[in-house]
């Protein structure tokens, strides 16, 4: 075979599996920090974090992604966080066959009174 045809298409393929680990890699950092920060809220009664001090928190150890909207917010019963992450595709050969903006969407929702002190609560 040519080699000037398997060439491309070998590395095609390495850049496209590796955009795929970074971008599961960028999914699930931005699923735990928004999870560990809700849980601080939640569990320890921390005080909601501004919303850059949340974007923030969820941008850290990210590889490729860029958080453009974040939110926190609790009310009586729950901590709600949500993230919405864009990753940007610079290779121009994947660009063929891979739209060059990718987006990931994160909502978690905690909690904040468990079940036995509302049980409690209700009984007083």
Same mark, same amino acid.
């Given at each position: 075979?040519?080699?000037?045809?398997?060439?491309?298409?070998?590395?095609?393929?390495?850049?496209?599996?590796?955009?795929?680990?970074?971008w599961?890699?960028? /999914?699930?950092? %931005?699923?735990?920090?928004?999870?560990?920060? !809700?849980?601080?809220?939640? *569990?320890?009664? @921390?005080?909601?974090? &501004?919303?850059s001090?949340?974007?923030?928190?969820?941008?850290?150890?990210?590889?490729?992604?860029?958080?453009?909207?974040?939110?926190?917010?609790e009310?009586?019963?729950?901590? /709600?966080?949500? %993230?919405?992450?864009?990753?940007q595709?610079? !290779?121009?050969?994947?660009? *063929?066959?891979? @739209?060059?903006?990718? &987006?990931?969407?994160?909502?978690?929702?905690?909690?904040?009174?468990?079940?036995?002190?509302?049980?409690?609560?209700?009984?007083?």
């Amino acid at each position: 075979m040519e080699a000037a045809f398997v060439v491309p298409m070998v590395l095609g393929i390495i850049f496209a599996l590796m955009y795929v680990l970074f971008w599961g890699h960028d /999914k699930l950092v %931005a699923y735990g920090n928004m999870r560990s920060g !809700i849980l601080k809220c939640a *569990i320890n009664g @921390e005080e909601l974090p &501004e919303q850059s001090q949340w974007r923030s928190e969820i941008q850290s150890n990210l590889w490729m992604g860029k958080v453009v909207d974040g939110d926190i917010s609790e009310n009586a019963l729950r901590v /709600k966080g949500s %993230a919405k992450i864009e990753l940007q595709l610079q !290779i121009p050969v994947l660009n *063929i066959f891979m @739209e060059d903006k990718q &987006e990931i969407r994160c909502e978690d929702t905690w909690e904040s009174w468990q079940p036995a002190q509302v049980v409690r609560l209700k009984g007083k």
